[in-house]
């Protein structure tokens, strides 16, 4: 769908699952909950259907997509697995941790989901909606963030609605998203080192390097690396203690705002409210965006590394 016709909106019950589970055979795009945020989902082994991916967000095509499946035994026929990597897997999936390993010759997805990378980036999500469709297909899911690419992501479905009515064939509406951030990346190395290439609600000690906050990488190995992301098209001030005239503030723990990330400082009450934040001040009258500052301990992280790009 580009532009012809409304977005259709289900709820995410068996109904609106097997709806989904038929759009995605035939090679369309649904907006499906995780529990991170919203994503957008083609089936990853159609090149046609992952190119509607990158039409329908804008999004450029050097930079990668994440693949979603059900389960190790399903990443196994599309990556080779490590020692390393299936440790990991055991630990932290189903849940909201994509891992970038080897590609697999045979793997059979589209090229564009990889973007001429010799590696792929895999998850499997623990949201009960996204479990469910993936048990109703026979092949994986690439699902980028639900929005037009640069932008804030969606962690409801008038979220996505504000961002790709028209673009997509439909939206599964199962609610707010639990974590609010985007999964945590971490790439398996050959030599079983692990790389932090973007923090997320899942926190690893990386045995590698990891994702400092420095600025865009040399390569962009997996989604959420360019310098300007999450972006809700206003100028952004950080560590704000109080809003200049033309400001929208967004508060935390004693800095008020006109919205807050979470007033008991609570940092996974933050995370979870981040995007919404952001798009209710992308959505208001004043120009210019400020941010009060949240410590960066466990997933405030993964904040801050948000918020930083959504300033640049």
């Known amino acids: 769908m580009t532009g012809k016709n409304a977005s259709e ?51 450029p095509h ?46 059979g997805l589209a090229p564009a989901v990889t973007a001429g990378l010799p590696t792929v980036a895999l998850r499997a999500p623990k949201h009960p909606v996204m479990r469910k469709l993936l048990a109703a297909v026979d092949f994986p899911l690439a699902a980028p963030s639900a929005n037009r690419s640069g932008f804030i992501s969606p962690t409801t479905a008038q979220h996505v609605l504000a961002s ?28 079983g080192s692990c790389d932090e290439l973007r923090p997320g609600p899942v926190q690893i000690a990386a045995t590698g390097e990891q994702a ?50 979470s007033k008991a400082g609570d940092l996974d009450e933050a995370a979870r409210r981040l995007y919404d934040c952001l798009h209710m001040a992308a959505a208001s009258v004043r120009p210019r965006i400020a941010v009060a500052p949240v410590p960066k301990l466990g997933i405030g992280k993964a904040i801050n590394d948000r918020l930083r790009r959504a300033a640049a």
């Open 212 to 261: 400092d906050g420095a600025g865009e990488p040399s390569a962009i190995e997996a989604p959420g690396q360019l310098a300007s992301h999450y972006a809700p098209g206003k100028p952004v001030r950080l560590g704000a203690q109080e809003a200049e005239a033309d400001e929208y503030l967004i508060g935390f723990g004693s800095i008020a705002g006109d919205c807050t990330l």
């Open 62 to 107: 050097f930079n990668p997509l994440i693949v979603h499946v059900r389960d190790e035994t399903q990443a196994e026929c599309y990556a080779r697995l490590s020692a390393a990597a299936k440790a990991l897997m055991a630990a932290h999936w189903p849940g909201p941790l994509t891992l970038v390993l080897p590609l697999r010759e045979d793997a």
């Open 9 to 59: 909106v289900l709820p995410a019950d068996a109904e609106g699952i097997a709806r989904a589970a038929a759009i995605l055979e035939r090679g369309g795009l649904v907006a499906v909950p995780t529990e991170t945020v919203y994503g957008l989902a083609a089936r990853a082994d159609n090149s046609e259907a992952v190119a509607k991916i990158f039409a329908a967000k804008g999004r």
């Open 164 to 191: 790709l009515e028209d673009r997509i064939d439909l939206v599964l509406d199962a609610g707010p998203c639990e974590a609010g951030v985007e999964s945590t990346i971490i790439a398996v190395r050959e030599d």
